[in-house]
């Protein structure tokens, strides 16, 4: 998993140095999300590992939209359904 994220990190051009300094992060704090008042989508792919159980986080955010799509933690990118996904949800 580690490999193919670096391989897809490299090949869109993402700040190595970036990703790696939060990955390397800790949240000490839970995540007051609660506290989050704009609309927000929660777009997982079906066969993400790393975005386990979504209805968990968007029954924490409140006004929150579960959207799951066909993929992993990588390949949902590409579904040609996550792009059309974002644009419908901001554009409402």
Same mark, same amino acid.
Request: hydrophobic share 50%.
């Given at each position: 998993?580690?490999?193919? @994220?670096? &391989? @897809?990190?490299?090949? &869109? #051009?993402?700040?190595?140095?970036?990703?790696?300094?939060?990955?390397?992060?800790?949240?000490?704090?839970? =995540? !007051? @999300?609660?506290?989050? &008042?704009?609309?927000?989508?929660?777009?997982? #792919?079906?066969?993400?590992?790393?975005? &386990?159980? !979504?209805?968990?986080?968007?029954?924490? =955010?409140?006004?929150?939209?579960?959207?799951?799509?066909? #993929?992993?933690?990588?390949?949902?990118? #590409?579904? !040609?359904? @996550?792009?059309?996904? =974002?644009?419908?949800?901001?554009?409402?």
């Amino acid at each position: 998993m580690v490999a193919r @994220f670096r &391989t @897809f990190a490299e090949s &869109t #051009g993402a700040d190595l140095k970036a990703l790696a300094a939060q990955a390397a992060s800790v949240r000490q704090q839970k =995540i !007051p @999300f609660e506290r989050i &008042t704009a609309p927000a989508l929660v777009l997982v #792919g079906r066969n993400d590992d790393l975005g &386990t159980r !979504p209805e968990v986080l968007a029954e924490a =955010i409140p006004r929150a939209e579960l959207q799951i799509i066909d #993929g992993d933690h990588l390949s949902a990118v #590409g579904n !040609p359904a @996550f792009a059309p996904a =974002i644009v419908e949800f901001v554009n409402r």
